[in-house]
C-alpha cells in the first residue's frame, strides 16, 4: 500500500524537490530562532514588520479591549457578518475610492474565488504566465477559456488580444503588480491602454505590493495613478499588514456577483473578528507611519538590483541552491530554496525577502557568501 506514492516521494528527494516542515523554535518581527540559532530572517513575507512583533501585539490587545471574539462561527452570509467586517471594507473602499470591498480568507480564497466565477461560459481571461498559482486554479476552475501570455511582454499581450478578443464576450486582463518570485514589476500603465483599446476588464493582484508601494500603501496601482482604470484589485492581509485574510476592491456590481457566485466566499466560515479588527487597526493607524521606512528599504533593494522588495538570486540548479540556503544558515541567515514547480525548471533560486528594519548593512556577509557561491558555480 502506498507504493506509488512512495517512489513519488523518493524520486522528489533525489532531485532535491522534497519538501519538509521546519520546527522554529520562535519568531519576532526581524529574526527566526531555529536548530539553536538566531538568524536574520529573508525569507518571510513580513516587510513591514508587524507580524511576531510584541509591542504591536500588546498594543493592539490594549485598544480591542476583549471586545473581539476569536471565531466567527459561519460564513458571512450566514451569521459570520458583524460590524467591524463592514468598517474594515468601508475603510479600503474610502481609500482605494471604489464602490465596495470584499474581504476574503487568504489571497488564494480571493485569487480561485474572482477567476473562477467571473469567466463564465463564452468569456475569455488572458493571463500573465508567472502568475500565481490561485490565480491559474481559478483559471481551471472556470467555465471560460483562458490564455497565457509570455511575462510582462506587452507586445504578445496585444498579439493575443487582436487574433482572440473578438471571439469572446467579456474578457478579462488578469496579472500581479509585483510578482513574488522575481520581484519585478508588470507594466500596468500599457496594460491599462490595452483593456481600453480592446474593451477588457482588468483585473491586479497587488499582494505585494499592498503596503509597500504608494504614499498610502495602496499599492503599485497608486503610486502610477491608475487605480481608477482597474475594474477589481486584490490585496492581502498576511503580508504587509501582518494579519491574514485578503479583500478585492472594485465597482458595485463585480463585488456583488461575487458575493453570489465566488464559492470560496460563499462556503468559508469567515475569519475571526478579531483578526478583522486587527488589520483595521494596522492599515488606519500603522501605515501612514511607515512611509519613509518603506521608502528606504525599497531605496536597499533597488541597490541590490531590484524593482521592489523581493529580491531573487537564481542559481539554476536545485542541489546546489539547498547548498547555498545551507551556507547562510551556518552565517546567520535563514533563506529557502525555491524550486520547481514554483519557478520554471533550470531555475531554482533564492528569494531574498527585504523588511523595513533590516540594515543595508546587515546583507554585506549576505552578499559576499552569494557571490562567492556563484563564483564557484561558474568555474565548474
Not at 531555475?347 to 552578499?367: A, G, K, V
Request: glycine share 6%; aromatic share 10%; net charge negative.
Amino acid at each position: 500500500m502506498y507504493d506509488d506514492y512512495k517512489k513519488l516521494l523518493e524520486d522528489l528527494k533525489s532531485h532535491s524537490h522534497f519538501r519538509s516542515l521546519k520546527d522554529f523554535e520562535s519568531k519576532d518581527e526581524k529574526y527566526i530562532y531555529y536548530k539553536g540559532k538566531k538568524l536574520l530572517n529573508l525569507s518571510s513575507n513580513n516587510y513591514l514588520n508587524f507580524a511576531d512583533n510584541k509591542k504591536i501585539t500588546e498594543e493592539f490587545l490594549e485598544y480591542a479591549n476583549g471586545e473581539y471574539s476569536f471565531g466567527s462561527a459561519s460564513s458571512r452570509l450566514l451569521t459570520g457578518t458583524l460590524p467591524v467586517y463592514d468598517e474594515l471594507e468601508n475603510l479600503l473602499s474610502n481609500l482605494y475610492n471604489k464602490d465596495v470591498t470584499l474581504l476574503f480568507n487568504s489571497g488564494y480564497h480571493a485569487n480561485v474565488g474572482i477567476s473562477s466565477a467571473l469567466n463564465q461560459k463564452g468569456d475569455v481571461i488572458f493571463s500573465d504566465k508567472l502568475n500565481h498559482a490561485s490565480i491559474i486554479d481559478g483559471m481551471r476552475l472556470s467555465e471560460g477559456k483562458f490564455f497565457r501570455f509570455p511575462h510582462n511582454d506587452m507586445e504578445a499581450l496585444e498579439k493575443l488580444l487582436i487574433r482572440e478578443r473578438e471571439n469572446y464576450k467579456n474578457a478579462f486582463i488578469i496579472t500581479e503588480s509585483v510578482f513574488s518570485m522575481d520581484g519585478d514589476i508588470e507594466n500596468l500603465e500599457k496594460i491599462v491602454e490595452l483593456k481600453k483599446k480592446y474593451n477588457c476588464y482588468m483585473i491586479i493582484d497587488e499582494a505585494h505590493a499592498f503596503g509597500v508601494f504608494g504614499e498610502k500603501g495602496l499599492g503599485v496601482a497608486e503610486s502610477l495613478g491608475i487605480i481608477d482604470d482597474i475594474d477589481l484589485i486584490v490585496g492581502t492581509f498576511g503580508k504587509s499588514v501582518g494579519s491574514m485574510g485578503a479583500f478585492a476592491v472594485g465597482s458595485r456590481i463585480l463585488i456583488d456577483f461575487l458575493i453570489n457566485k465566488a464559492r470560496s466566499f460563499i462556503f468559508s466560515t469567515a475569519l475571526p473578528p478579531i483578526n478583522i479588527a486587527f488589520s483595521k487597526w494596522i492599515i488606519e493607524n500603522k501605515f501612514p507611519k511607515t512611509i519613509e521606512k518603506r521608502k528606504r528599504m525599497l531605496s536597499i533593494a533597488k541597490k541590490m538590483g531590484s524593482q521592489s522588495q523581493i529580491i531573487p538570486v537564481v542559481i539554476g540548479d536545485n542541489k546546489d541552491t539547498v547548498d547555498l540556503c545551507d551556507i547562510l544558515f551556518h552565517n546567520g541567515y535563514f533563506t529557502l530554496p525555491i524550486r520547481p514547480p514554483t519557478v520554471p525548471v533550470g531555475t531554482s533560486r533564492i528569494r531574498l525577502s527585504l523588511t523595513c528594519d533590516i540594515e543595508e548593512n546587515e546583507l554585506s556577509l549576505l552578499m559576499e557568501k552569494i557571490n562567492e557561491s556563484l563564483l564557484v558555480k561558474q568555474a565548474k
